[in-house]
């Protein structure tokens, strides 16, 4: 079950950053090391090594997305991008289904009500995080006037926690 947790969006933006420079100097660092070795290796002197190169960097590539994945991912510092990406994979997956979010709204449903509220809270925290405001401004009356319908059904406001039974039941409704 995944929760919306408060962010701060500047120490979150600095965060993510480093994080992205870090990784990114991994690459490089895995892809120069790599290439210079298959080169050395399996090179000619003098001649053509683009290919040796090539699986280096690709090599490098691999290593680093493993690295990522299996060690770092679930270290502390790594944590603000880690959110981010789950925040954004989990609005993905209710983006996968709005068809039948939206026609479960239209019908009264609670669960889709529900989950179209923490979509509109994940989205919007995630443009605030992103520094992207200017965007979530296009939605404010599509989300001013859903809560307003959920008020009036008497339903709970706070949604930070995606049930993923709620997506299940959405798409069963649905279709």
Do not use: C
């Not at 995944?2 to 950053?17: A, G, L, M, S, V």
């Not at 026609?103 to 809270?121: E, I, N, Q």
């Amino acid at each position: 079950m995944f929760e919306i947790k408060p962010h701060n969006p500047e120490d979150y933006r600095r965060q993510t950053r480093r994080i992205t420079l870090v990784i990114a100097a991994t690459f490089v660092g895995l892809a120069l090391l790599l290439s210079t070795l298959l080169v050395q290796l399996f090179g000619t002197a003098g001649g053509d090594n683009f290919r040796w190169n090539l699986i280096g960097v690709l090599a490098g590539l691999g290593l680093t997305i493993a690295l990522v994945r299996f060690k770092l991912w679930a270290l502390p510092w790594m944590a603000p991008a880690v959110y981010g990406w789950q925040l954004k994979r989990n609005l993905m997956r209710i983006t996968n289904v709005m068809h039948h979010v939206e026609s479960g709204v239209a019908a009264g449903d609670p669960t889709a009500m529900k989950l179209l509220r923490f979509y509109h809270l994940g989205v919007t925290q995630m443009h605030q995080l992103d520094g992207n405001t200017g965007e979530i401004s296009q939605m404010l009356r599509e989300i001013d006037q859903h809560r307003a319908n959920m008020e009036a059904q008497g339903l709970e406001l706070e949604q930070s926690r995606l049930d993923p039974a709620w997506l299940v039941a959405v798409k069963r409704a649905g279709g």
